[in-house]
């Protein structure tokens, strides 16, 4: 993740318009200097969200909502600190640096790209409506009821057979052929250079600001080379595995209901959008990663419905993905449609009427799991019914949430009709050991203080330039000792000393007034995981007593170690029992105000 130069970032403030951002999704009426609407927050009927002519925030006088450009894109469209960024940068033609020459190459070659895919995106739409060649291909659309709106909609296309044409549109348009390679649109052989696609139906594959890094392409002639669906090849810009199909269309409204369907396929994602279940999204051809399901928790999703294909595949992709929200306390439930029905051909041949019983029908994962395992046991036999329950007690027992274990136990122990005790659910656990790892904020391995001083500070950063009472909280029982995280402590103490002197009110400020790159990348690393706003200051307070309690128990340990090195006289060693006895019994808490 780049970390851009505060010069650059000081550029992007003096550049945005702040009325300009918010008049996509707020109907202003100009009074004056000042703008008024309906705030995008809360329910209103009398105008009472504010923006001042020149100033950097709103306010909304009826839920207290305030904050910049990138607040709002961050609380209402769900971006990451770093996707807000780049959208106000593009927005207003501003050039972000980074203090990494890599990922200044990448930020440069990112926009040569998304242009290139922009104008092939519509290229291929404009062929599939406008020539003899794409009505073939809109015949077949029709017939598999994707009408024109549905078509305009999401921008689908054709690709021709004959590659000149494209490869001569793209030229003139002044793309170079090596971008063309580099988006995966041409490939570059040794006698001449053909099109990645032929012959096929276009779907752009789009990130979730909305911008095409890619192509999904169907073929509808039997003679078309390749399989029936092709997709981009693995590029710069479009990553299989962290891809989420129709997130730009659906993020708002599953992050406002914190649910998503999952389907399968593409078309199927795009007809339950177009239908207005625009909580739906699709792995991109490959199963569900854990790098899927992150994005989805960093979302506050709390429950998945997966109406995956009626068939052998279908029911065991549901049982892979189902697990792994599980795994993350995520609720799951399964769809169950008819054999060898997607939800796409469900939805043409019955309505979506009956697609909404079978939503309002969906069993819960476990059930599912117990029903569709038992299929392959006799449970009349208790080697097999044995059989079964430890395959999926196994299963429970590598979720990562004690609790989602428990009742999940328990619950088999209900379907199965087995004894709680036998499935160990009475049994008690050793107590979990308290494991360090060392390593960055991006490492694979998981270091506890970073993840408990991160959480902290994500928190207070985003949310005390609105809410003034969490710094002078955090002001009131945080001491610099407490932390363990160097560069959390630096960036704590900074933002203390810039909010008393008043040189930051938003987050833009804060990241253009650090100083150290370390910070800036700390910083944007930091942001890009969303909070639970519900429970703002609840998670807050509960965060800031864990780094209590951490510094407690350590000066508890401290004074254990010495006791018991033998190196102490009997006075020192009372003078210290007694200093442990006095701390042992004196338990920090935090200091409201």
Request: proline fraction near 2%.
């Given at each position: 993740m780049p970390s851009f130069t505060k010069e650059s970032l000081e550029t992007l403030r003096n550049k945005i318009d702040l009325v300009e951002v918010l008049e996509p999704y707020v109907r202003f009426t100009k009074s004056g200097a000042s703008y008024k609407g309906l705030c995008p927050f809360h329910e209103e009927k009398t105008p009472s969200f504010i923006v001042q002519r020149g100033d950097m925030h709103y306010h909304c006088f009826g839920c207290s909502a305030h904050g910049d450009a990138i607040t709002f894109l961050m609380n209402y469209q769900k971006l990451s600190f770093q996707e807000a960024v780049e959208f106000l940068a593009n927005k207003f033609q501003v050039k972000l640096e980074t203090s990494n020459a890599n990922f200044e190459n990448?930020?440069?070659?990112?926009?040569?790209?998304?242009?290139?895919?922009?104008?092939?995106?519509?290229?291929?739409?404009?062929?599939?409506?406008?020539?003899?060649?794409?009505?073939?291909?809109?015949?077949?659309?029709?017939?598999?009821?994707?009408?024109?709106?549905?078509?305009?909609?999401f921008q689908i296309?054709?690709?021709?057979?004959?590659?000149?044409?494209?490869?001569?549109?793209?030229?003139?348009?002044?793309?170079?052929?090596?971008?063309?390679?580099?988006?995966?649109?041409?490939?570059?052989?040794?006698?001449?250079?053909?099109?990645?696609?032929?012959?096929?139906?276009?779907?752009?594959?789009?990130?979730?600001?909305?911008?095409?890094?890619?192509?999904?392409?169907?073929?509808?002639k039997e003679n078309t080379f390749g399989g029936k669906y092709i997709n981009t090849s693995e590029t710069f810009l479009f990553k299989k595995s962290k891809v989420l199909f129709g997130l730009n269309y659906s993020r708002k409204r599953i992050a406002k209901e914190k649910k998503a369907i999952i389907v399968e396929g593409q078309i199927d994602a795009l007809r339950l959008i177009h239908l207005g279940y625009n909580?739906?999204?699709?792995?991109?051809?490959?199963?569900?990663?854990?790098?899927?399901?992150?994005?989805?928790?960093?979302?506050?999703?709390?429950?998945?419905?997966?109406?995956?294909?009626?068939?052998r595949a279908g029911i065991e992709a549901a049982i892979k993905t189902g697990d792994l929200f599980q795994k993350n306390a995520i609720e799951v439930y399964v769809v169950e449609l008819p054999a060898n029905k997607d939800p796409d051909t469900f939805i043409i041949e019955k309505g979506k009427d009956e697609f909404e019983k079978y939503l309002k029908q969906a069993n819960d994962y476990l059930s599912f799991l117990v029903k569709t395992l038992s299929k392959k046991y006799n449970l009349q036999s208790p080697s097999q019914k044995n059989e079964l329950i430890q395959k999926i007690v196994s299963q429970i027992k590598n979720w990562d949430h004690p609790l989602?274990?428990?009742?999940?136990?328990?619950?088999?122990?209900?379907?199965?009709k087995t004894p709680e005790e036998i499935l160990?659910?009475?049994?008690?656990e050793e107590p979990n050991i308290y494991i360090k790892k060392q390593g960055s904020i991006s490492n694979i391995d998981v270091n506890f203080d970073l993840v408990l001083e991160t959480d902290l500070l994500r928190i207070l950063f985003l949310e005390s330039f609105s809410n003034p009472k969490l710094k002078e909280i955090a002001k009131l029982n945080l001491k610099e000792e407490y932390f363990k995280i160097t560069v959390a402590k630096n960036l704590y103490l900074k933002f203390l000393e810039l909010k008393e002197n008043e040189k930051i009110n938003n987050l833009l400020s804060l990241a253009i007034n650090l100083d150290d790159a370390e910070e800036r990348l700390f910083l944007s690393e930091m942001l890009h995981k969303k909070i639970n706003k519900e429970i703002i200051e609840e998670t807050f307070i509960n965060t800031l007593q864990k780094i209590l309690d951490r510094y407690w128990m350590e000066k508890r340990e401290e004074i254990k170690i010495k006791i018991q090195s033998g190196r102490l006289d009997d006075d020192a060693v009372t003078d210290l029992a007694k200093e442990f006895d006095k701390i042992k019994n004196t338990r920090p808490k935090v200091n409201l105000l």
């Amino acid at each position: 993740m780049p970390s851009f130069t505060k010069e650059s970032l000081e550029t992007l403030r003096n550049k945005i318009d702040l009325v300009e951002v918010l008049e996509p999704y707020v109907r202003f009426t100009k009074s004056g200097a000042s703008y008024k609407g309906l705030c995008p927050f809360h329910e209103e009927k009398t105008p009472s969200f504010i923006v001042q002519r020149g100033d950097m925030h709103y306010h909304c006088f009826g839920c207290s909502a305030h904050g910049d450009a990138i607040t709002f894109l961050m609380n209402y469209q769900k971006l990451s600190f770093q996707e807000a960024v780049e959208f106000l940068a593009n927005k207003f033609q501003v050039k972000l640096e980074t203090s990494n020459a890599n990922f200044e190459n990448d930020n440069f070659s990112k926009k040569i790209l998304l242009n290139a895919l922009d104008e092939a995106t519509n290229f291929y739409n404009f062929i599939l409506l406008n020539t003899k060649e794409g009505k073939s291909a809109l015949k077949y659309l029709y017939s598999r009821g994707i009408d024109l709106d549905f078509i305009k909609t999401f921008q689908i296309g054709y690709s021709l057979k004959d590659s000149i044409v494209f490869q001569k549109y793209m030229y003139e348009k002044r793309i170079k052929k090596e971008t063309l390679e580099k988006t995966g649109l041409i490939r570059i052989l040794t006698s001449k250079t053909v099109d990645f696609f032929s012959d096929r139906i276009m779907f752009p594959i789009r990130d979730a600001l909305g911008s095409t890094i890619g192509f999904s392409a169907r073929s509808f002639k039997e003679n078309t080379f390749g399989g029936k669906y092709i997709n981009t090849s693995e590029t710069f810009l479009f990553k299989k595995s962290k891809v989420l199909f129709g997130l730009n269309y659906s993020r708002k409204r599953i992050a406002k209901e914190k649910k998503a369907i999952i389907v399968e396929g593409q078309i199927d994602a795009l007809r339950l959008i177009h239908l207005g279940y625009n909580i739906t999204i699709a792995s991109q051809g490959t199963s569900f990663t854990k790098d899927h399901v992150e994005q989805l928790v960093n979302l506050g999703v709390k429950e998945v419905f997966l109406a995956f294909d009626g068939d052998r595949a279908g029911i065991e992709a549901a049982i892979k993905t189902g697990d792994l929200f599980q795994k993350n306390a995520i609720e799951v439930y399964v769809v169950e449609l008819p054999a060898n029905k997607d939800p796409d051909t469900f939805i043409i041949e019955k309505g979506k009427d009956e697609f909404e019983k079978y939503l309002k029908q969906a069993n819960d994962y476990l059930s599912f799991l117990v029903k569709t395992l038992s299929k392959k046991y006799n449970l009349q036999s208790p080697s097999q019914k044995n059989e079964l329950i430890q395959k999926i007690v196994s299963q429970i027992k590598n979720w990562d949430h004690p609790l989602m274990i428990h009742e999940s136990l328990r619950k088999l122990a209900n379907l199965t009709k087995t004894p709680e005790e036998i499935l160990g659910i009475n049994v008690k656990e050793e107590p979990n050991i308290y494991i360090k790892k060392q390593g960055s904020i991006s490492n694979i391995d998981v270091n506890f203080d970073l993840v408990l001083e991160t959480d902290l500070l994500r928190i207070l950063f985003l949310e005390s330039f609105s809410n003034p009472k969490l710094k002078e909280i955090a002001k009131l029982n945080l001491k610099e000792e407490y932390f363990k995280i160097t560069v959390a402590k630096n960036l704590y103490l900074k933002f203390l000393e810039l909010k008393e002197n008043e040189k930051i009110n938003n987050l833009l400020s804060l990241a253009i007034n650090l100083d150290d790159a370390e910070e800036r990348l700390f910083l944007s690393e930091m942001l890009h995981k969303k909070i639970n706003k519900e429970i703002i200051e609840e998670t807050f307070i509960n965060t800031l007593q864990k780094i209590l309690d951490r510094y407690w128990m350590e000066k508890r340990e401290e004074i254990k170690i010495k006791i018991q090195s033998g190196r102490l006289d009997d006075d020192a060693v009372t003078d210290l029992a007694k200093e442990f006895d006095k701390i042992k019994n004196t338990r920090p808490k935090v200091n409201l105000l």
